[in-house]
Structures are given as C-alpha cells and as structure tokens.
C-alpha cells in the first residue's frame, strides 16, 4: 500500500493514478467538493468503492479501469451524475444490477462479465456506448444489441463493440 502524495483536489480534473492504493483515497471523502467532474484512480489496487454522490455531486466522468474490482459497484446504484465509466481490467466477473440512470458511456473491456441485454436498458436507460471487448466478457444474445437490429432490446445504444470469440 503506498503513500498518496497531496493532491490537488481544486480543480475539476482529480487524478490518483498509480498511487498502490487499497482503499479510496480519505482525502475526496473527507467533505463536500462539487467542483470535481472527472475522477481518474486507474492503475491502482482498489477492490471496492465508496459511495460518491454526497461528496462528489458534479461528477461525471469514473475512471477505474485496472484496479482489483470483483464485480461491479453497487455505491454508485442511483447515482445520477455518472456519465462516462471505465471499468475496464478488472476482475469483473459479477454484474450487479446497478442502476446508473444518466450513464451514457461504459467500457468495460479486457473483464470476465456477462450481461444480458435485456436488462441494459433498464440500468442504464441512456447507454449510447458500450465497449467489452477482449477478455472472457461477454453479452448474451449480442445480436439483440445491434443497434440497426429490429429486434434490437437496446435500442438506444448507438455503438456496441466487442471483439472476442465468445460472441
């Protein structure tokens, strides 16, 4: 577990990359900062998340990817300023149904998750990107989420990649 160095934690942009960290770091969670929009903790050792919405009301943009992450956050269900979510290279090998109303790009690539998606739309009912690829990922009935498909289950997904051979 390393040291954080002090952050800057004034502008809009927070970064904690490559920083060994285990657990999030105390210094977002210790008060209110609505002027953060974009937080990065890639590159880290973190296996859970807190809660963000109280301390971090304006925050758009979740950068977790290449972390220790196990399934999917459930702290962040509800949360209606995520727009933008990297989760990608992780060991995600559970979806939770986790409802992030205002999420309109996801990438989840290089993970071991299975999602239906049936149930895309539901939990993320403005999902216009959505990137697995590589990795052990994989969405069930993948056809269904093709969005020029009439049959298509999520329809308002505009661009759905993914390029493994569990298809």
């Known amino acids: 577990m390393g040291g954080v160095e002090s952050q800057d934690l004034s502008g809009k942009n927070v970064t904690f990359t ?68 990297d989760i990608s290279h992780n060991s995600l090998e559970e979806f939770a149904h986790v409802i992030i109303p205002n999420l309109e790009d996801l990438r989840m690539n290089h993970t071991k998750m299975t999602i239906n998606p049936h149930i895309l739309k539901l939990v993320f009912p403005k999902l216009k990107q959505l990137e697995m690829a590589y990795g052990e990922s994989s969405m069930q009935q993948y056809r269904s989420c093709q969005p020029d498909s009439p049959a298509s289950t999520a329809q308002n997904i505009k661009s759905c990649c993914k390029s493994n051979k569990n298809i």
Do not use: C, G
């Open 18 to 85: 490559k920083q060994n960290l285990v657990t999030f770091p105390a210094e977002i969670l210790s008060k209110e900062r609505p002027w953060i929009s974009h937080l990065n903790l890639s590159y880290n050792m973190l296996s859970d998340i807190p809660r963000l919405s109280p301390v971090l009301p304006s925050l758009r943009t979740l950068q977790l990817n290449y972390n220790n992450l196990t399934s999917f956050p459930t702290s962040l269900n509800m949360n209606h300023t995520i727009t933008r979510m």
